[in-house]
């Protein structure tokens, strides 16, 4: 029986992986192995391809957030206690941002149809302690910014992406990353720019939060011995900032491939117990992190799908509030989306490591299943 895996990461990164090898060994040659041209090389890159003034390379995505937020309380923009609105149905970073800095993270049910947060559910949430919207550009798709930015002005809040799911998504013109105020990125190697370890990045065009983040990851160090702030060690590694080079200018083509398996499985899926996800009208808008179906009987359809071969993953099986760290303080709410999206979402395979006649030859199984 054929095998369809859901991701290998050294099949992903084998068409890199000659650059790799050469941007490994300038960097041990180098005699520079924390900060450096490295790293001030790719965060003129990112910033560039981004569309921001400022990128600060950082050790991962939660990292990079929890930055944000601690530099927006140093600045006297928030202060501990006040609110963050956080969608439902994230991965687990976006919120531990928001708790670890002493701030409250208020849920804001996703829209079903794209399970992104939008404009009505966070309008909901507003507070007089609200202080930030953290949209998360879930799977890879662009939430939709300008009314969020609409509520934003509104009410005097600040916008946070959190855009470690989609690198090279852009809306009208502009990035994700650039959409808000500031922004949180991750080279998680599983993401689709993956460096071969941890990494991360901010991208704001704010001259003085960029300054601000950059202090605090370095231990809060203004200049030498001059410690400005009670700071962390946040720092990106030269090596995983030489990786990332080398495969940031491919983003599009990364982006592309997706897009043609995620064409294939919306063109031949049509088995009526599958809820595909939207595919917007402007491509541009999705870069498919993952390929996620909505299936009543979950676990029946995944052993279904592995007794044919095919791989599959839950992103993510717990909401939020329902995960063992945050049961005391949140476990009360009801969240009927996130917690339905929760029971239903399966990711199909979507990376490299699935060739188009794969994707096929998938949805002709997914096709076969009887439930
Ligand atoms: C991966 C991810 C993060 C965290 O990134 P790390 O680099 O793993 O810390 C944050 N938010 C979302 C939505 C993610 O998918």
Known sequence: MKHYPFLNLATVNEPYMSRIEQALLRVAHSGRYVGGDEVCGFERELAAMIGTDYAVGVSNGLDALRLILRAYIEMGVMKPGDEVIVPSNTYIASVLAVTDNGLVPVFAEPDLATLNLDATNAGRCVTSRTRAIMPVHLYGRVCPTESL?????????????????????????????????????????????????????????????????????????????????????????????????????????????????????????????????AVPDDPSEHVWHQYVVMVDRRDDFRRYLLDNGVESAVHYPTPMHHQPCYENQFGHLRLPVAERVAREVVSLPVTRCTSADDAREIAGIINRWQP
């Open 149 to 277: 930015k609409e509520l934003a002005a509104a009410h005097s809040l600040k916008i946070i992406e959190d855009n470690a799911q989609a690198i090279g998504a852009a809306k009208g013109g502009v990035m994700t990353g650039a959409m808000g105020d500031a922004a949180a990125f991750s080279f998680y190697p599983t993401k689709n720019i993956g460096a071969l370890g941890d990494a991360g990045a901010v991208t704001t065009s704010d001259s003085e939060l960029a300054a601000t983040v950059m202090a605090l990851r370095n231990y809060g160090t203004e200049r030498q011995y001059h410690n400005l702030y009670a700071g962390l060690n946040c720092r990106l590694d030269p090596l995983q900032a030489a990786i990332i080079r080398v495969k940031l200018p491919l983003t599009g083509y990364e982006s592309d491939c997706r897009r043609d398996l995620a064409r294939i499985y919306d063109a031949l899926i049509d088995n009526p117990a599958i809820l595909k996800p």
